[in-house]
């Protein structure tokens, strides 16, 4: 077994103490730390589990999560609840979408639809597990995610970026434990870079209204906001779009065989 062994000599008044410290080798692969990576099917338990943490305070979980006979449910029944909803999410952008992670213990996951895809066909509701929810949520669960949640993203989506063909963000999050490491950052970054380099535009819906200047940074504008309203408070939704950023000017490119000035001696 690899490990590496350092010593440190510490001198008191009367002797001297060696200290022996230990550092193994970690088999969590160092590239996960800095890098993001596709994930695929067989990580949708350990992705939904990271996104369930990140969204535990969310507003629109909790909207999805309360009244009518949830309101009895016990905490941890909720938890559950809400940890099986993350991951039938991951699965199906898994099937139909791409979902991007970073870090060593999943810590910032991102599901993403690109452009001309969708998750709203039987067979990834079937194979993903979303076709649960219709009696795993409460029967006002049920009406506020199939008759005001989905409904109401739908037609502002086709409102605002009508026929065109875009990169959806759907989720991005970071587990509390490992937010202040630009991990998100890095994903939106990787993905913003393949809308660029294709000329798309990408599109989220934000449910904190302090997140926006925060995609802002990222070159997201804010175009309108939406609210759900069953439950006893609004609760809103902050549509954004990023437009694509324009390649490299002439001037910085690396010239081409044709730009070069041959000298002939």
Same mark, same amino acid.
């Given at each position: 077994?690899? $490990? ?17 410290? $230990? $550092? ?21 338990? =350990? ?5 369930? $943490?990140?969204?535990? +305070? ?24 809400? &940890?099986?909803? /993350? ?22 996951? !991102?599901?993403?639809? #690109?452009?001309?895809?969708? /998750? ?22 049920? @009406?506020?995610?199939?008759?005001? &949640?989905? *409904?109401?993203?739908? %037609?502002? /989506? ?6 065109? %063909?875009?990169?959806?963000? +759907?989720?991005?999050?970071?587990? #509390?434990?490992?937010?202040? @490491? ?10 913003? +870079?393949?809308?660029? +380099? ?37 609760? *809103? ?15 910085? !490119?690396?010239?081409?065989?044709? =730009? ?6």
């Amino acid at each position: 077994m690899a $490990h590496v062994i350092s010593k440190t000599n510490i001198t008191t008044s009367s002797s001297t103490v060696t200290v022996v410290d $230990h $550092h193994r080798r970690s088999l969590v692969p160092q590239a996960w730390e800095k890098s993001v990576r596709k994930i695929g099917l067989a990580e949708c338990e =350990q992705a939904g589990i990271s996104l369930a $943490h990140a969204f535990a +305070a969310d507003a629109l979980s909790l909207y999805l999560l309360d009244g009518g006979e949830a309101d009895r449910y016990s905490d941890e029944a909720k938890w559950k609840l809400h &940890v099986r909803i /993350m991951t039938y999410l991951v699965s199906a952008h898994c099937y139909s979408g791409v979902v991007t992670t970073i870090g060593p213990d999943y810590d910032a996951v !991102a599901l993403w639809m #690109p452009p001309g895809a969708h /998750m709203d066909d039987w067979w990834t509701i079937f194979r993903s597990g979303m076709w649960r929810l219709y009696y795993q949520l409460g029967s006002e669960g049920r @009406k506020r995610y199939y008759e005001d &949640v989905l *409904p109401l993203l739908h %037609e502002t /989506m086709d409102e605002v970026m009508g026929d065109r %063909e875009y990169y959806y963000l +759907a989720y991005i999050g970071t587990k #509390p434990s490992a937010r202040g @490491k630009g991990y998100a950052k890095k994903l939106i970054m990787d993905m913003a +870079a393949k809308a660029d +380099a294709e000329n798309r535009a990408m599109y989220l819906e934000s449910s904190s209204r302090e997140n926006i200047t925060y995609y802002e940074r990222f070159g997201f504008q804010y175009r309108k906001e939406i609210s759900f309203k069953r439950g006893p408070v609004p609760v *809103p939704l902050f549509i954004m779009v990023r437009e694509p950023v324009a390649v490299k000017a002439a001037e910085e !490119a690396v010239p081409t065989m044709d =730009q070069i000035e041959i000298v002939k001696v």
